[in-house]
């Protein structure tokens, strides 16, 4: 098991920026994908970014692409996800996910998910 702990969400101006964080806990060892996912009101629960935990390697939706950056540092078991020029359209609620599976994309294929952390950008 593999329990997910999320920090860094709160509001803004467009414009802004914040860093999101996801802290791993429990049987860590066999993550091989963190992935960050976001939810708005009335929305399906879609991607937004992933990255490999071994090697690092990251795909990121094309539309934050540019302007958040997946990262993550092993030896804190923390995954972050860093957003800059936030637009009124990123509002949501924003989770962290973990796979033991190298190929996880879909949010049907982690079965790890943190508590949620909601983002709200202000024009």
């Known amino acids: 098991q593999v329990q997910l702990v999320e920090s860094g969400g709160g509001s803004v101006q467009a414009g802004g920026s914040l860093r999101l964080s996801c802290t791993a806990s429990?049987?860590?060892?066999?993550?091989?994908?963190m992935a960050w996912f976001r939810q708005a009101p009335g929305k399906d629960r879609e991607f937004v970014a992933r990255?490999?935990?071994?090697?690092?390697?990251?795909n990121v939706v094309d539309s934050v692409k540019g302007r958040f950056t997946v990262s993550r540092d092993n030896a804190k078991r923390t995954g972050y996800l860093q957003m800059n020029s936030l637009k009124p359209e990123d509002t949501a609620v924003y989770y962290c996910?973990?796979?033991?599976?190298?190929?996880?994309?879909?949010?049907?294929?982690?079965?790890?998910w943190g508590q949620g952390t909601q983002v709200t950008v202000s024009s």
């Open positions: 996910a973990a796979s033991y599976s190298a190929a996880a994309w879909s949010r049907y294929e982690y079965p790890y």
């Open positions: 429990g049987r860590t060892f066999s993550i091989e994908t």
């Open positions: 990255i490999r935990w071994s090697g690092g390697s990251t």
